[in-house]
């Protein structure tokens, strides 16, 4: 199957810093890209969609403003947790569909870990 | 409101016994269903889908689910059950909004 490559695995950061999660679609271009959150022992929750060349299209009760999406290119889309919080603390992970067979699996990132201290 | 439903958090079965881990879904429409394999700490491994045809669906790592309009249910099934198959089990359904949704998960643990 395709691969989406997520960076970093781990980042451990301190209150009030920001991160840059990486997603990347490897063998593919990716006009639609997904970020989800997952809290320990729960389920993923869908953040937002991101779409290459636009606004991202965050879900209900999450702060675009705080959680900053980014899809510069077909290959490419970034998460920016501003400001980060011992809150933000979770486990973020990325996936992606071909757009040649748009309602298909989604190809997932291997997550990243994110502490903040 | 569109919705998948894992109705078990946590099963343990004996190493060799048979699996069935359940998935409900509401939707207006039949979705395009998933089921996928997480380990600790790691991304989502994806072990079979379902779009349309025949209702059993086979997978990798010897998984199979059965589709059942008529229940709106797409339970993953195993025969024998190995150790190394412990992981969170997450259902997942795709509808015509393009927008992926997941169960809550079915944690497995495997005796020996």
């Known amino acids: 199957g395709a691969v989406v490559s997520q960076h970093p695995s781990r980042v451990i950061c301190k209150s009030g810093t920001s991160v840059k999660i990486e997603c990347r679609s490897l063998?593919?271009?990716?006009?639609?890209m997904f970020w989800y959150r997952q809290f320990p022992k729960q389920s993923l929750m869908l953040m937002a969609t991101?779409?290459?060349?636009?606004?991202?299209?965050?879900e209900q009760g999450v702060e675009k403003d705080k959680f900053l999406i980014n899809h510069a290119s077909l290959t490419l889309s970034t998460l920016t947790v501003t400001s980060a919080h011992p809150e933000d603390s979770s486990f973020y992970i990325c996936s992606a569909r071909s757009p040649v067979s748009p309602n298909t699996e989604a190809f997932f990132g291997q997550g990243t870990r994110l502490t903040v201290v | 409101a569109q919705s998948v439903t894992q109705p078990d958090i946590h099963i343990t079965v004996s190493e060799g016994a048979s699996l069935e881990l359940r998935c409900n879904y509401s939707y207006g429409a039949t979705p395009y269903l998933f089921w996928y394999v997480q380990s600790p700490g790691q991304g989502l491994q994806l072990l079979l889908k379902y779009f349309s045809g025949d209702t059993l669906v086979q997978g990798i790592k010897g998984f199979e689910a059965e589709f059942k309009r008529s229940q709106s249910s797409f339970n993953l099934r195993k025969p024998s059950v190995h150790w190394s198959d412990a992981a969170e089990y997450f259902c997942?359904?795709?509808?015509?909004?393009?927008?992926?949704?997941f169960g809550a998960g079915t944690r497995l643990t495997v005796k020996p």
């Open positions: 997942a359904a795709l509808a015509n909004n393009n927008d992926m949704r």
């Open positions: 991101s779409n290459e060349g636009s606004k991202a299209t965050y």
């Open positions: 063998d593919f271009q990716a006009t639609t």
